[in-house]
């Protein structure tokens, strides 16, 4: 999967754009909060299934990491999730990477179901379209999924 971040310095990106680019450096946390602004300003399905994608993009990294064994990469995931201010440096939050993936993973899939349920109280026939589109995209990438969303969303 080959994606292009080449904004220029007086472009204004949309907030899916700003999400995309998130998910492609694997800044989950500012993804989730990109997400959770959306809804903010204007709840909508899409912004709804657009966060459960994260969340479930979460989810499928930490289990691909698990597989490669990659637990420095676990615990630096966490620490993406967790840090959120500067004191944060001087008061880390701890955590043992496999403990961590697994608090992570659990509380990626509650969210992930809460936020799924949202949107098809929405609009079920366009959560439904959305989710037959991640699906087609994660079928055809199903190792990197996660670093993107479908192509489809970003039109």
Known sequence: ?????????????????????????????????????????????????RLTYVYQAIDAYLEQLSKDESWMA????????????????????????????????TSVRQQSDVSAGMAVRLNKAVSDRLWQEQTQWRQAHPTTWWQAFPEAWMQ
């Open 1 to 49: 999967m080959e994606v292009q971040a080449h904004p220029t310095p007086d472009s204004t990106l949309s907030g899916v754009e700003k999400t995309g680019l998130y998910l492609l450096a694997g800044d989950y946390r500012r993804a989730l909060e990109s997400c959770e602004q959306a809804i903010q300003e204007r709840p909508t399905v899409e912004a709804y299934v």
């Open 74 to 105: 676990v615990e630096h995931l966490y620490l993406n999730l967790a840090y959120r201010h500067t004191e944060d440096l001087v008061d880390p939050p701890g955590g043992l990477a496999r403990m961590a993936k697994e608090m992570i993973q």
